[in-house]
């Protein structure tokens, strides 16, 4: 009996070590979670006293990046992978009067892209939300760089995930009224002569009279993650999922269910370029979540 409570235990701490070790090091050396969502690296990027929202990793797992809410407005943190040990998180886009959030790295990762208010003079209140980006230099990023016309208007633009060929899908509400403004749809647009064409509203299928940005398109465009507010909801947003059909089309979206939503805002989603891990915002909380989840919505 004794022997066979040693045994038990011997093989708990390898399946733990395992657990913690598959990534390499990579993840900010977590250990990996299983079909249930869990806290991503509580007390060091989800915190009790801060909003934690939009993340994205490098293609190695060696970056990080995540939006916080502070409470006055809202900032960019990154931590990057140094030998055997992840580096404190630092802020590293930010500014006493505009926000910045939701950062998303173009897919040959010279480019962070992200929103904010701030005006395309850089002076003055906080104006709708734009889609922006830095260029990767050689200490850090560049200053703030507007993505254009062909992209943001006079409204709302929020989110941004691309395509492994560079199509940008991101959420707008352009095409509403006033006292609507709460109505954002979905779109997808090109990247084609170092521009971004004209963007494309997805079809019904995705798109509602109800409230959907958030918008994370996997690398192959086989399906999108977004959240949406809708009667038949779970909580304050929930995230839904739709796959790409053969003849291009989009299957009717469907709530992600109990397993991912719940009476809170789930939003904020991304999937690793490994394809292993589900990432969301949750009260107030960034989340994992083993991304074979996502076969039982199929």
């Given at each position: 009996m004794i022997f066979r409570q040693y045994l038990w235990i011997a093989l ?287």
């Amino acid at each position: 009996m004794i022997f066979r409570q040693y045994l038990w235990i011997a093989l708990l701490l390898v399946a733990t070590d395992y657990a913690y070790s598959q990534n390499n090091g990579t993840y900010l050396k977590q250990k990996a979670p299983g079909t249930t969502p869990e806290i991503f690296a509580p007390g060091i990027i989800s915190n009790e006293d801060e909003y934690e929202f939009g993340s994205v990793f490098s293609k190695n797992a060696e970056e990080f990046f995540y939006g916080v809410d502070t409470g006055n407005r809202a900032e960019i943190r990154y931590t990057r992978k140094e030998k055997d040990s992840w580096t404190t998180p630092k802020i590293i886009v930010a500014h006493e009067v505009y926000g910045f959030n939701d950062p998303f790295l173009s897919p040959d990762e010279n480019r962070l892209y992200y929103i904010s208010n701030r005006p395309l003079n850089g002076k003055g209140e906080g104006k709708d939300y734009d889609i922006w980006y830095s260029v990767r230099e050689k200490d850090g990023w560049s200053s703030p760089i507007n993505a254009g016309p062909n992209i943001n208007t006079q409204s709302n633009e929020y989110y941004i995930s691309f395509t492994a060929e560079g199509t940008m899908y991101f959420s707008s509400n352009k095409n509403t009224t006033q006292d609507e403004g709460h109505n954002f749809d979905i779109y997808s647009a090109t990247y084609r002569n170092n521009e971004f064409q004209k963007p494309i509203k997805l079809s019904t299928a995705i798109n509602t009279k109800a409230y959907e940005a958030d918008v994370f398109v996997a690398l192959d465009e086989s399906y999108v993650i977004f959240c949406a507010t809708r009667k038949d909801g779970l909580g304050r947003g929930d995230l839904y999922i739709s796959f790409k059909q053969e003849d291009g089309s989009w299957t009717k979206a469907k709530n992600m269910g109990a397993s991912i939503n719940t009476k809170n805002h789930e939003l904020c989603p991304f999937v690793s370029n490994d394809g292993k891990y589900l990432f969301y915002t949750s009260n107030r909380d960034i989340y994992w979540v083993d991304a074979k989840i996502l076969d039982s919505y199929r």
